[in-house]
């Protein structure tokens, strides 16, 4: 049942404040303010040296976003790979550490696949997981779940969301666990994760203006997405979202690799999303910014109102959100990253719920 909305994937997108809600209440207790791990996990984050995260796709991007989160808040080393590379690399793993696996479905062949080398090599292995029905939810030792409830549309939205939402506070969790978070600070972030229903909502707002930009968007040939450190990742995933379903050539960068090489394809035709909340490395992206204005590119910026003051140069047009805490920041944005792929989409006229050539479960190598 779409409700009221045109697709599932925008009943999806306008889901999110409520089913992360919903995710959150099952990591935090919101009356403590304290995290909570499950009673029964079969390791301790204290005595992991490495973790080790795969995944594919939109599920892979979350993983990446939380290698920021993990190393920051727990000090925890993590690597994380593409499951259908990692699990032809034979990577040498250490038995007793800990691997994690991010799966919507939890029916991905290649994940599923890398989970099965990562429990032979002897390592606990644990899945952030949708349907907790599913093979990776039966075989991990340890499930964290998702609440996202059934997602229909092919594109991952409110599932991208969920398992950022749960990602952020195991993260969070293992911080003060090995004790590299004080309670002051795992105050701090679990209040800042209480708030991402409320940031959401806000950024739902900028629906109508999304609407108009997509209108332009629905005529180019490609488009760039830029970020830095958890805006990096979301910039993959902006970028996935855009091709998915309307068919557009984009590609996601990390905004530092611009001069190593696709600065050579902005021109006056070539519009560039940046993703960039004025967070420390602000100051960063907008000598980016800078480059891509001197060559004529059409900047398109997602930032907060102290970002929009600061740019130094002229976007073509700015989606302004709330100033955030910036651990929840990459949620919040998702929100018009997927907006934009979805007017897009809509514009063009293309199956939205049902893109061309994919399928919701990748069950084949
Ligand atoms: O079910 P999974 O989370 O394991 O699926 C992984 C990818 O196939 C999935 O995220 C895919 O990239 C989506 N279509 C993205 O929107």
Redesign the pocket.
Known sequence: DKGNHRHFMAKEIHEQPEVVSHTLSRYVDFTTGRTRLPDDLPFDFRGVRRLVIS?????YYAGLTAKYWFERFARLPVDIDIASEFRYREAPLDPGDVSLF???????AD?LAALRYCKGAGQKVAAVVNVQESTIAREADAVFPTLAGPEIG???TK?FTCQLTALAAIAVAAGRVRGELSEADEERLVTALMEIPRYMAEALKREPQIEKLAKTLSKVEHVLYLGRGTSFPLALEGA??LK?ISYIHAEGYAAGELKHGPIALIDETMPVIVIAPHDRIFEKTVSNMQEVAARGGRIILITDPKGAEATGVEPFETIVLPEMPATIAPLVYAIPIQLLAYHTAVSIGTDVDQPRN?AK??TVE
């Not at 995944?55 to 599920?59: D, I, R, V």
């Not at 991010?102 to 991905?108: A, Y």
């Open positions: 995944a594919c796709g939109t599920a991010v799966s919507q479905s939890g029916e991905t994940t092919v594109a991952s599932a996935l979202k998915e994919l479960s990748v």
